[in-house]
């Protein structure tokens, strides 16, 4: 059967993105920060090697809010399929 193998590719396709959108949302509010465009918040710099690396827990904590706000907003898979 085909289900396990597309299962598997659509997990880790929304692991990629689930990724690259955090990735994207702390380099904007990083840069934000830098340009006085967003309040000061906490960036902590993950590792010493790559000045890229940082986790922010404020907006963390914001994405976590807002899937789960996303999720419980829908609350069916059938309606989040739809408006994806």
Same mark, same amino acid.
């Given at each position: 059967?085909?289900?396990? !193998?597309?299962?598997?590719?659509?997990?880790?396709?929304?692991?990629?993105?689930?990724?690259?959108?955090?990735?994207?949302?702390?380099?904007?509010?990083?840069?934000?920060?830098?340009?006085?465009?967003? !309040?000061?918040?906490?960036?902590?710099?993950?590792?010493?090697?790559?000045?890229?690396?940082?986790?922010?827990?404020?907006?963390?904590?914001?994405?976590?809010?807002?899937?789960?706000?996303?999720?419980?907003?829908?609350?069916?898979?059938?309606?989040?399929?739809?408006?994806?």
């Amino acid at each position: 059967t085909v289900y396990w !193998p597309m299962f598997v590719i659509a997990l880790m396709a929304a692991i990629i993105a689930s990724q690259a959108m955090i990735s994207a949302t702390f380099s904007i509010v990083k840069q934000s920060v830098a340009l006085g465009c967003f !309040p000061n918040v906490k960036v902590v710099h993950t590792s010493q090697n790559h000045e890229g690396q940082i986790y922010i827990p404020e907006v963390n904590t914001l994405l976590m809010l807002a899937c789960a706000g996303v999720t419980l907003g829908f609350k069916t898979t059938l309606k989040l399929g739809n408006a994806y």
